[in-house]
């Protein structure tokens, strides 16, 4: 695949998860594509493997030629790559499924997740995100890259063999730096995808999340920051998902502030490309206005690249025309009768 944003491109991506079941439906993509085209997003966030291990590469029809029509209009692609939480694979293969004692597969979450200890786990992973740099994703993020809630402790580590008697957080740094190291050769950005609030706390949550360590081994580090999952009186925000503004500039400061540390230390500090909440949850409708105060606070950080998240890509133009930075260029119609042509782009060619 032909790539048209080079590592290293000046442009601040400015992206939106498109889930895989809007890449089936021919339909729903054409709106997402024409939302896009109108509101002047740069990037695409399309999961390679997703949260319950399925490979996109192997079960979407003309998954190739979905990701050279976003190339040929210049759209930077992130391949989403859901690292450590795979029921399918902890099903197929138990020997790789983290576990509690007498031998019971690790099943908090509501999922299977795989041993972050087992570097055949590793392999594996970056085996998928080695399989998205060759289909020609710029850059691969690994969401997922830590241990589940409550996670495995030395009072229920089972028989796994360990690669070392490291802690949680050390094992998810240690596999991230294995991972950059094995795509070094493919010119990709890797990234994580993270807790947002480990832009301020100093433990691992308990899930392996260090932001300290995490920074020194990927290009970028995207804390995933929605309001709605802050617990209450954080920041000493009683209702954090009534403050986004807040949320996000705290947060981000914090984030800043602990990047300054690492690089007066001489370490290497990951560039900072947060998630932004672009859904509602049970008690707080989110639109224009909530996104605006996000994007908003970022800026007044000096950050100006993000990723908005809608789990099942309903965005709408009343939300995203926040972006705009470009005049609309494609009809939804246009776009409808290029997708099911194979001898045909996917997209309409963008006008200078």
Request: hydrophobic share 35%; charged share 25%; glycine share 8%.
């Amino acid at each position: 695949m032909n790539r048209k944003v080079k590592r290293g491109s000046s442009t601040h991506v400015k992206g939106i998860y498109i889930s895989s079941e809007v890449l089936m439906n021919e339909e729903r993509l054409a709106k997402v594509i024409d939302l896009m085209f109108q509101t002047g997003l740069n990037a695409a966030v399309i999961d390679m493997k997703d949260d319950q291990g399925n490979v996109n590469g192997r079960r979407i029809r003309n998954f190739e030629q979905i990701l050279q029509g976003f190339k040929d209009n210049g759209f930077y692609l992130i391949a989403r790559v859901a690292a450590f939480r795979d029921p399918a694979l902890a099903r197929r293969r138990p020997t790789l499924a983290l576990k509690r004692r007498r031998d019971s597969a690790w099943g908090t979450e509501s999922a299977g997740w795989l041993d972050p200890y087992k570097r055949a786990c590793w392999d594996y992973v970056v085996g998928v995100g080695i399989s998205a740099a060759r289909l020609g994703f710029d850059e691969i993020q690994f969401d997922y890259v830590r241990f589940p809630y409550r996670g495995v402790g030395p009072e229920q580590e089972d028989r796994a063999t360990k690669l070392t008697q490291a802690s949680q957080a050390q094992t998810i740094a240690d596999f991230l730096s294995y991972a950059k190291s094995m795509l070094s050769s493919h010119d990709v950005v890797i990234s994580a995808g993270v807790y947002g609030a480990i832009t301020s706390t100093k433990t691992d949550s308990g899930i392996g999340q260090k932001w300290d360590l995490i920074a020194q081994h990927v290009d970028y580090i995207s804390p995933m920051m929605y309001p709605s999952l802050y617990p209450k009186g954080i920041y000493r925000i009683v209702q954090p998902e009534n403050e986004p503004y807040k949320i996000i500039q705290r947060g981000l400061f914090d984030a800043k502030r602990r990047n300054q540390l690492l690089q007066k230390k001489g370490k290497h500090a990951a560039k900072i490309r947060p998630w932004f909440q672009d859904f509602s949850s049970a008690t707080a409708k989110y639109g224009l206005k909530e996104l605006q105060a996000q994007i908003r606070a970022a800026k007044s950080q000096g950050i100006h690249e993000f990723l908005l998240w809608n789990g099942y890509a309903n965005y709408s133009y009343e939300s995203l025309q926040v972006t705009n930075t470009r005049k609309r260029t494609a009809k939804p119609a246009r776009i409808k009768r290029t997708l099911g042509a194979l001898s045909k782009p996917f997209f309409p060619k963008r006008q200078a």
